[in-house]
């Protein structure tokens, strides 16, 4: 097979063989990563020399990963990040000589190369440092002005959650770090470069200190320093814009409240079967399956709570998409069909030199295969309702482990309150009537189920781990 075939582009044959050991190599450093074996299916000299850039797409296993070198002519020359991690991965020769490998997202200078590579967007070195580093992605802010991920696990096609954020971009959803350039070949979203939200504090962080100021004063959560009432209520309305732009990018398909109600109760028993005993999810559960109401389905953000947002001076801002495609649970979803609502318009992408073109989104296969999920919207909805009682609870178990302060009744207080701003924000936005059920009956059944198994996924987590 030829190296055109492969991929392999001004990489020899003996560096080609080189790099397959550096992703081993790098794969065994990795948090989540298992060694496997390991197959080269491109590799492209980005920048030659000394520093130079050499870009990997390898087959790991059953998966596709992707990993970015440095190439240092020692390794004395590289101002690595400080982090705690060995960021030499080997060495290698081409046709500059030998050369000490790094992994680029841990080297500023060769960040930097990479980042002008990406995007045209030219930063200092010095203020190059690390927002996040997961299994999935290596996130680096660049001068506090641009915040750059590199994928390390890839998909053919393009990604799910950067699908979603760059149909709603170009819809006009403006709760977002708007994208700078994503970084594609042969069809893979490899990386992305978007505006850096400086000042920006977590949505959980905010809910916790607003409880934690409560517990410690005690009274009307309304009246503690750090309420959270009127936040809950912009955050309320920002999701109800979100799903307005989900629907505007992608359509919107009929939802059936009855395969629903099936849904909910099939995927509470492998879960939480015992839960399923319990008096008062019987009842809601009687209230479910009776209920005969219209309603509809949009591709959904799938893992929607408190730690997904954050908020700046600006507002409230949906900072994390990463959720595999997949949501927490199936159940709310309606099953393919044979056509597939279209958007209007196309993400625009903001294209590097040489990294292709990306499938059109509008061609992505449908659920049943793996690709796109519609769902109610109600189930992110109960997403960031169980996120308002989770914060709630765990900063009880924090203060009081013990539970003899009693810190229940203010716990339920703060999260009655809020969950109420919320809701109020949501149904208050205009259009947004026209994708939940109506009545406030059937939205109170639905939301309770959903959030039902959005509790159980949760408590089904904490058990794996």
């Known amino acids: 097979m030829s190296a055109a075939e492969t991929g392999v582009v001004d990489v020899s044959d003996s560096a080609r063989a080189a790099l397959t050991g550096l992703v081993s190599t790098y794969a065994a450093s990795r948090p989540g990563w298992d060694v496997a074996p390991v197959r080269l299916l491109e590799a492209e000299m980005l920048a030659p020399g000394r520093p130079g850039i050499v870009d990997v797409v390898a087959e790991l296993g059953d998966r596709v990963v992707h990993v970015v070198f440095g190439l240092r002519a020692s390794a004395e020359d590289a101002p690595f990040i400080p982090d705690g991690d060995d960021v030499v991965v080997g060495s290698l020769v ?16 060769v960040a930097a190369m990479l980042l002008e590579r990406v995007s045209g967007e030219v930063v200092e070195p010095s ?4 927002l996040r580093d997961d299994k999935g992605s290596v996130t680096l802010a660049m001068e506090d002005r641009i915040a750059f991920t590199v994928y390390n696990e890839v ?5 799910p959650d950067l699908e979603l954020f760059l149909a709603l971009d170009e819809v006009g959803f403006n709760h977002l770090a708007a994208p700078l350039a994503v970084w594609r070949r042969s069809g893979r979203d490899l990386g992305m470069a978007q505006e850096y939200l400086a000042g920006a504090s977590s949505g959980y962080a ?3 200190t607003s409880v934690r100021d409560l517990y410690a004063s005690g009274g009307p959560p309304e009246l503690a320093g750090g309420d959270f009432g009127a936040e809950a209520h912009r955050l309320g309305t920002m999701t109800a814009r979100m799903h307005l732009g989900l629907d505007k990018a992608f359509g919107r398909r009929p939802g059936d ?19 399923l005993e319990r008096p008062d999810v019987e009842d809601l559960l009687v209230e479910l399956r009776a209920l005969q109401v219209t309603s509809q389905a949009i ?3 799938g893992d929607f709570h408190l730690g997904r947002t954050c908020r700046t001076e600006q507002g409230w801002y949906v900072v994390d998409f990463d959720t595999g495609g997949r949501p927490t649970s199936m159940a709310g979803t309606v099953p393919k069909t044979d056509t597939v609502p279209k958007t209007d318009t196309v993400p625009k992408t903001g294209t590097a030199p040489k990294t292709g073109t990306a499938p059109d989104a509008d061609t992505a296969p449908d659920t049943d295969d793996g690709g796109p999920v519609f769902r109610s919207p109600l189930a992110d909805v109960a997403d960031m309702l169980w996120s308002l009682d989770h914060v709630a609870t765990n900063a009880a178990d924090e203060r009081d482990p013990s539970g003899r302060d009693g810190l229940s009744e203010l716990a339920d207080a703060w999260v009655a309150r809020n969950r109420r701003a919320f809701l109020a924000g949501y149904l208050g936005v205009p259009g947004i009537s026209g994708l939940v059920p109506p009545g406030r009956e059937a939205l109170r059944i639905l939301t309770a189920s959903f959030e039902l198994v959005r ?6 987590r904490l058990s794996e781990n």
Do not use: N, Y
Not at 101 to 106: E, G, K, L, P
Not at 267 to 273: E, N, T, Y
């Open 127 to 130: 203020l190059v440092h690390h």
């Open 299 to 301: 591709r959904t953000h």
């Open 257 to 275: 409240v009855g395969a629903w109600a099936v849904g909910i109760e099939e995927a509470l028993r492998p879960l939480s079967p015992h839960i």
């Open 455 to 460: 509790a159980a996924v949760h408590q089904a």
């Open 206 to 208: 905010l809910a916790l």
């Open 155 to 159: 998909v053919d096609g393009p990604r």
């Open 94 to 109: 081409d046709d500059d000589g030998a050369a000490v490998v790094v992994d680029a997202t841990r080297d500023p200078v």
